[in-house]
């Protein structure tokens, strides 16, 4: 099992911009793709970008696709999100997520381990 910890959150305006980490701690953590999702208030936890064991491939959703880029330093045991353009709608918590499993994927069920989430809040 992977131990995963978010940081990086906080209050922007919006056209702002943040950068999210996750560090990771347990197994080898170059083995797993790791994705990030969100939740908002009210709202279902939603996929937002993943990116493969070697950072080699990565998939966002449609809503932050060219705003957002996933990277990661696997001897750091590290796992980014840097979020240009933000927006109001932007604003959930964001959480990091491994998949035990080669392929990359969107889907919520095909994570094993997750952090405990950053709050992002962005301000019209």
């Known amino acids: 099992q992977l131990q995963l910890v978010e940081s990086g959150g906080g209050l922007v305006q919006a056209g702002g911009s943040l950068r999210l980490s996750c560090a990771a701690s347990?197994?080898?953590?170059?083995?797993?793709?790791m994705g990030w999702f969100r939740q908002a208030p009210g709202k279902e936890r939603e996929f937002v970008a993943t990116?493969?064991?070697?950072?080699?491939?990565?998939y966002y959703s449609d809503s932050v696709k060219g705003r957002f880029t996933i990277s990661r330093d696997n001897a750091k045991n590290t796992v980014d999100l840097q979020m240009n353009s933000l927006k109001p709608e932007d604003t959930a918590i964001y959480y990091c997520a491994a998949r035990r499993g080669s392929m990359l994927s969107a889907h919520l069920q095909d994570y094993d381990d997750w952090g405990q989430g950053t709050q992002v809040t962005v301000s019209s």
């Open positions: 347990g197994r080898t953590f170059s083995n797993y793709p």
């Open positions: 990116i493969s064991w070697s950072g080699n491939s990565t």
